[in-house]
């Protein structure tokens, strides 16, 4: 069964730093794309970031390119997500999400984890 | 970037009833359009991938059509465990895009 668990989220002050971490099973790991999605309470979702399997193609959204980092580690079959600089606009449920092809952007999202809420406020 | 609109954003239905939602491309995005259903306090769930094939282990009453920047979700015969938000997708380019929602009520 396909587990994704994310962690790391909190109340964290305008300008501050968090990272968030998701952790895969039931899966080979190592072998997809993989991606963070978000939603504001009671909003929509927005696509933030995405990389590939072997981590050497990633994306970002314009909203928090150059202040968030998306990276993994295929030994421990964990994905992060690096945030910076953050912001009011930032306080979203985080999801890792799990994209069905190694490669490639093309993708729908076949597994989502439940998410974890980042609070940017004073 | 492209923009996804959905139509309508909210809906009241009866069970057994037919519902179809729609979603609409800013530009033409192929098939790369994909759905999925929201329950309260749940993450999103994959109903149907690229406009139109069918996703293991999604009830067949859930069904997707179009191609190009016109596309429908139908849901034959609601029942009442189908109260939830549905979002449309797409994948054609990035940044990948979301459709704002439709909310269904159940009555």
């Known amino acids: 069964e396909v587990q994704l668990v994310e962690s790391g989220g909190g109340l964290v002050q305008p300008g501050g730093s968090l990272r968030l971490s998701c952790s895969a099973s039931?899966?080979?790991?190592?072998?997809?794309?993989m991606h963070w999605v978000r939603q504001a309470p009671g909003k929509g979702l927005e696509y933030v970031s995405g990389?590939?399997?072997?981590?050497?193609?990633?994306y970002y959204a314009d909203s928090v390119k150059g202040r968030f980092t998306i990276s993994r580690d295929n030994s421990k079959n964990t994905l992060y997500l690096q945030m910076s600089s953050l912001r009011a606009e930032d306080t979203a449920v985080y999801h890792c999400?799990?994209?069905?092809?190694?490669?490639?952007?093309?993708?729908?999202?076949?597994?989502w984890g439940q998410g974890t809420l980042v609070t940017v406020s004073s | 970037e492209i923009v996804l609109t959905q139509s309508p954003d909210f809906q009241s239905v009866t069970p057994k009833e037919k519902v179809t939602i729609t979603c609409r491309a800013s530009?033409?995005?192929?098939?790369?359009l994909h759905w999925y259903q929201q329950k309260p306090d749940q993450s999103p769930k994959l109903l149907i991938k690229?406009?139109?094939q069918s996703i293991s282990g999604v009830p067949s009453r859930f069904s997707g059509s179009g191609s190009g920047t016109d596309f429908t979700l139908t849901i034959n015969s609601l029942e009442a465990e189908d109260a939830a938000a549905y979002y449309c997708?797409?994948?054609?380019?990035?940044?990948?895009?979301f459709g704002q929602g439709t909310k269904l009520e159940i009555k």
């Open positions: 999400v799990k994209g069905p092809f190694s490669s490639g952007w093309d993708n729908y999202f076949d597994y």
């Open positions: 039931g899966f080979t790991f190592s072998s997809y794309t």
């Open positions: 990389i590939s399997s072997n981590g050497g193609s990633t």
């Open positions: 530009q033409s995005i192929g098939s790369s």
């Open positions: 690229y406009a139109s």
């Open positions: 997708h797409q994948s054609s380019s990035l940044p990948y895009t």
